[in-house]
């Protein structure tokens, strides 16, 4: 089995494949000014959807993801931004977790893995 590593620095990947699968590490804003998790969350989602079409996938592909909040009380507007960005009939399993985040200007990471469909 081979791995397919993308975005690929000395400490991480930004994404992996391996057998038919991609996964993309923790996903975090690169526009922290003044955003607030809303405009975070898009912000990640678009990067998602940019490793992902890399990779051979697309969010209709997502088999989970993983969210992390610094604040749960940004729980309602970042599922704003989920809502306006995830395909309904392909909702993948997920969680949602309060978190100490590695930067204190990040409101949100996420994190997905999915099936290759090149």
Known sequence: MSVEYFGQHARLSEATVANGFVFLSGMVPENTEQADAKIQTADVLAQIDSWLQQCGSNKKHIVEATIY?????????????????VDPQ??????????????????VEIKVSAVQIK
Do not use: F, G, Q
Request: overall charge negative; hydrophobic content about 45%.
């Open 69 to 85: 909040l610094n604040d749960m009380a940004d729980y309602a507007v970042m599922n704003e931004a989920w809502d306006e960005w």
């Open 90 to 107: 392909h909702s993948p399993a997920r969680a949602c977790i309060e978190a100490k985040l590695a930067k204190p200007e990040w409101k």
